[in-house]
């Protein structure tokens, strides 16, 4: 198994939390490794939809994300991934707190992977649950420029 470059780790880290829809949602990836991510969000007003409870969107996007970024680490420097479809379970609500989305690799493929993410409270309540199928496409880069990442695998 490849080992991943801790200083592509942070780089990929530092852009992904600083790109406009995580910042739009708060969303923040704390960790990275083969195979799982963990993202987390910070509840604030935004979040919330008219009866004051953390809106289904917010819950499908830390999904999405956390699903994602525990399979993007497996694929190939020159490969990216898109979603393509999203299922989840909205198991009980939220009004403030974190979010925390833990995402954990199911199976990869040369074509489709597929991997599941939990989102619990920082008390550990599970709030949601949901899977996703991501599409593996080659050439779809994470830096076109690539000058600005370090190696992908060690």
């Not at 690799?105 to 949601?128: Q, S």
Request: aromatic share 8%; proline share 6%; with cysteine.
């Amino acid at each position: 198994m490849r080992k991943l470059n801790p200083e592509y780790v942070q780089a990929v880290r530092d852009a992904t939390n600083q790109c406009p829809y995580f910042n739009l949602l708060s969303m923040k990836i704390r960790e990275l490794h083969i195979g799982r991510s963990i993202i987390e969000i910070d509840l604030e007003q935004k979040h919330l939809q008219p009866f004051g409870i953390v809106h289904g969107g917010v819950f499908s996007s830390i999904i999405d994300a956390a699903a994602f970024w525990a399979v993007y680490p497996e694929v190939d420097e020159d490969t990216g991934m898109t979603s393509v479809d999203l299922k989840l379970n909205y198991l009980g609500p939220a009004t403030t707190g974190k979010l925390i989305a833990k995402g954990k690799r199911i199976k990869l493929g040369k074509t489709l992977g597929l991997a599941e993410a939990e989102v619990t409270d920082e008390k550990g309540k599970l709030l949601a649950h949901g899977a996703s199928t991501l599409m593996v496409i080659p050439g779809f880069m994470f830096d076109p420029d690539r000058s600005a990442l370090p190696p992908k695998f060690l």
